[in-house]
């Protein structure tokens, strides 16, 4: 078969994904086997692939094809997220566009457009990350809207109901006015950002006088029900008793007094808007104040604001503060840094609002959650989220679980007409029957029943995942949720540690009473070189695909993960693919090259070939231990790493370098055979990050059985290596390093033979061989004195000599050999410092100490060689 003469990433890549699909090698059922298990982190049905995508989905490839080559059953269930405000703002934008208003259209009507928007650019997200290689079980993908899912939700909110864990109230919630939707704490993204600090006056009733307020936001002061100040406060004793007058629409509102106010802030008068501050809000319930809203759902001005109605809240800040400022109210504005909340969702400024929604109590939930991470029965990499985590859960408050839109799982509760009263229940029939038993009447229709418009968080969905994916809710015992649950490792984002994370792991313990996995990976942010986060907005983040298209999508899972390490942020750019790219490039090289090699059956091995497969073996296992090692530590760029360099280092550059034949020459049969199970092994090592490469090159390899793949073969196992056949070769590619320095410096041709002559100290001759063959000389000597006229390596294993006869420079070498043994005096100087230090040697550990020590030895043991071969150069 001919090889072609360039890897081809994009005919290998559809040709291979093709076939894995058709031979259903991504599939799993329950088995014997031990299962590994991943649930994807669900995308937004809106989504398309951005940066942070690829990353967190190649780790999770990688991870499910090394669980594959360690003989389990692998199941990476992949699925999509309804993401009920981004899709309802979608659909609401596409209606817009041809002239339909949401407002003009029932819930019905507008549902229908939003499943068919859903039925056409819903799968696009799982298509693209086909294209990455990722090996989901295609068959088990879910949607969080699909008939069982939602009938998950619904039963789990009824069950939480029923355990008086969820519940109806008013309460200060955060709104968001261009979703028109209240949104959970999580959901809010606060920002430091310039604002103004505007000092009004309110006139005392029945005086001339004047209160002083300052506040950001002018707009509310139509809603203050009342002013406050500190009890302890001096200056304001005066005021105890009395009334003011709300400037512009003169409502009288009582001075309270309450400590909560702080007497450094403003003027130490505080403006109280009940229903638009949190903290106002706790002082109208202590102090009985009325609530006063003034905003519409949009964030415009209402009827009890009085003036400026139907205005947008930023517009009438501007409007009032010119206002206050013409009637003499203004006394003036400062300069002032705040944080404001924004929404998640929409990036629109949170407006803070009393509203009636749905709650669900999180204390008693949270601590199951909290314990388990907080003592590593849930292992979350890296360990430093804990500290953050474990804040989040002691201070967890209710979760607002209820949205004002269309899209998502309607809340199953039933009002009953004529009253306030309401029923909650999985079906409308079940409401029914609910509903005549709480009102005791039996003629009670279904048209007396409306149900609640409301839909649930999209959260609420997802914290079920691990479970519902598996229809652990609905069939508790079913053979997949006892089989695949727990899951074994979640890859996530930070920022939705709380989010989600935690609302699983509370969702595990209420279900399953169990962990829904054992490891959480947190990837970084991947940001551009000046740091700034990836974002279309900013247009910084290319186009996952096209650098697909461009470097092969082994190539970016590469680049992705040479450094992004967990928790850390991933600085990106197209230097990372690029060299990913030309490392598939050296391998297919590689491959080529053993391929190109014809067999000489009566041939034996070298004894350059017999040293270096000793050697290799010895790096090999040495590496594979190395490797393992990350993977259970989860230092996954690590892993990549060494892999990498084991590949380019010492397999490419020195292994196949020492065996491969002359020009023109064949290769023995056992060399041949064993560099062939060699490339075999680094191409298993290399499978879970460089999926296609690895199939094309292993398919030809050898022959293969009909539906086999490299993801059917084991992990090449661990084993003990010698440390010190390692060593010994690394003496033996210092001496070749030398070796050619000296020809590129002495502009010797490498075509010419050299004498390699040694002054033994410490070397060992085994692989002579190789040297001879990598730095093609004539010979090895061993000598008892120095080489005059010689080019010279002094180092703790030998002094090693070329002899140059007319070609060499004796002062240039003295020069050199001066100015090295300076830098050696000082390094020597550097480290006799620190061993002198005694607060250094009492506290430094034993083997740091032995470090120094050894470095002491090394520098002295140079200085001498060098300060004799300095003399004999003067001779």
């Known amino acids: 078969m001919e090889i072609a003469a360039k890897y081809n990433p994009k005919e290998v890549e559809d040709k291979w994904y093709r076939y894995w699909l058709e031979k259903g090698l991504f599939r799993s059922v329950p088995d014997s086997r031990k299962p590994y298990t991943i649930v994807i982190p669900p995308p937004n049905v809106t989504g398309v692939l951005h940066m942070g995508h690829m990353l967190n989905n190649t780790i999770q490839d990688l991870l499910i094809r090394r669980a594959r080559m360690a003989g389990k059953n692998a199941l990476w269930v992949p699925g999509i997220d309804h993401a009920s405000i981004a899709t309802e703002a979608r659909v609401v934008a596409k209606l817009k566009s041809e002239g339909i208003e949401k407002k003009d259209i029932s819930r019905e009507e507008f549902l229908e457009h939003a499943w068919e ?43 939480l109901y029923n355990k008086g864990k969820i519940y109806r109230g ?156 013409g009637e003499g109210l203004l006394v003036k504005e400062e300069e002032y840094t705040n944080k404001i909340g924004y929404s998640e969702r929409t990036d629109a400024v949170i407006e803070p609002r009393l509203s009636m929604q749905w709650f669900m109590k999180m204390k008693d939930l949270a601590q199951p959650a909290l314990d388990n991470v907080m003592n590593d029965n849930i292992k979350l990499y890296p360990s430093k989220y804990k500290n953050t985590y474990r804040y989040w859960m002691e201070n967890v408050r209710d979760w607002c679980i209820s949205r004002q839109l269309w899209w998502g799982h309607r809340i199953p509760a039933w009002y009953i007409k004529g009253g306030s009263d309401f029923v909650v229940a999985e079906t409308p029939e079940k409401a029914l029957a609910l509903a005549r038993e709480k009102s005791e009447t039996e003629g009670l229709m279904p048209c007396d029943l409306k149900q609640d418009e409301d839909v649930l968080d999209t959260w609420f969905s997802s914290w079920l995942w691990p479970i519902s994916v598996f229809d652990g809710i609905r069939n508790p015992g079913n053979p997949d949720i006892s089989y695949y649950y727990p899951t074994d490792d979640l890859i996530t984002a930070p920022e939705i540690l709380f989010f989600w994370v935690a609302r699983m792991i509370m969702a595990g313990y209420e279900y399953k009473g169990e962990k829904p996995f054992h490891n959480v990976y947190l990837t970084g942010i991947v940001r551009d070189t000046t ?67 014809k067999i000489g059956p009566d041939l034996l091995p ?167 063959k990598l730095a093609n000389l004539s010979e090895i000597r061993f000598v008892e004195e120095k080489v005059e006229g010689a080019a010279s390596l002094i180092n703790r294993y030998g002094e090693f000599y070329i002899p140059l006869g007319d070609l060499h420079d004796y002062e240039e070498e003295r020069r050199k050999l001066e100015k090295e043994l300076e830098y050696t005096r000082g390094f020597l100087e550097s480290v006799l410092k620190k061993l002198s230090n005694e607060n250094f040697v009492n506290n430094a550990p034993a083997k740091v100490l032995e470090m120094e020590q050894k470095k002491k030895a090394d520098a002295e043991a140079k200085i001498k060689s060098i300060e004799e071969h300095i003399a004999h150069l003067k001779k």
């Not at 999508?553 to 993960?561: E, I, Q, S, T």
């Not at 360099?645 to 370098?657: C, G, H, I, N, R």
């Not at 070769?729 to 070749?736: G, H, P, Q, R």
């Open 117 to 159: 928007w859903k039925r056409k650019h819903g799968g696009i997200i799982l298509e693209q990350l086909k294209k990455l290689g990722a090996s989901c079980d295609w068959e088990r993908t879910k949607f969080t809207m699909d008939d069982d899912m939602s009938e998950s939700v619904i039963h789990v909110f009824v069950d």
């Open 170 to 325: 008013v309460r200060m919630v955060n709104w968001d006015p261009s979703a028109k939707t209240a949104v959970s704490d999580e959901e809010v993204i606060y920002r430091e950002v310039r604002s103004k600090l505007y000092y009004i006056k309110y006139r005392i009733d029945g005086e001339d006088g004047f209160v002083t307020v300052a506040t950001t936001r002018p707009e509310t002061i139509l809603g203050d029900t009342a002013v406050c100040i500190n009890p302890a406060d001096k200056r304001f004793q005066h005021l105890k008793g009395k009334k003011v007058y709300v400037p512009l629409i003169n409502r009288l509102v009582p001075i309270i007094q309450d400590e909560y106010v702080d007497m450094e802030f403003g003027t130490g008068c505080l403006k109280v808007t009940p229903a638009h501050d949190i903290n106002d809000y706790e002082l109208g319930i202590k102090h009985n104040l009325e609530r006063i809203d003034i905003f519409n759902d949009d964030g415009t001005l209402n009827e009890k604001a009085e003036i400026l109605i139907g205005t947008d809240r930023f517009k009438a800040r501007t409007k009032i503060v010119k206002m206050l400022d």
């Open 531 to 597: 740091r700034r986060k990836m974002s279309k907005s900013l247009g910084n983040s290319p186009d996952p695909l096209a650098l697909i298209e461009k470097y092969g999508a082994d190539g970016v899972r590469v680049g992705m993960l040479l450094c992004s390490p967990a928790g850390n942020d991933l600085l990106f750019d197209e230097s990372l693919p690029e060299q990913g790219r030309n490392f598939a490039n050296k391998i297919w090289n590689a491959f080529r090259l053993i391929k190109s090699w």
């Open 606 to 772: 070298t004894d350059a070939a017999r040293v270096a497969i000793n050697w290799f073996y010895e790096q090999l296992k040495k590496d594979i231990a190395e490797i393992e090692e990350a993977y259970q530590q989860y230092r996954i760029s690590e892993a990549l790493m060494t892999v990498y360099k084991l590949f380019w280092d010492e397999f490419a550059s020195w292994y196949l370098e020492i065996i491969k034949p002359m020009p023109g020459e064949p290769i023995d049969p056992r060399t041949m055979k064993v560099t062939i199970d060699i490339f075999e092994t680094l191409l298993k090592l290399l499978h879970p990050f460089m999926p296609f490469i690895t199939e094309e090159i292993w398919q030809q390899l050898k022959e293969r059985p009909a539906r086999y793949s490299i993801m059917n073969e084991r992990n090449p196992a661990t084993a003990a290596y010698d440390k010190e056949k390692i060593r010994e070769y690394e003496v033996a590619k210092d001496i070749v390093a030398f070796v050619r320095n000296t020809r590129s410096e002495k502009q010797i041709s490498p075509r010419e033979k050299l004498v390699l002559c040694i002054k033994r100290i410490a070397y060992d001759d085994d692989f002579d061989a190789a040297i001879v």
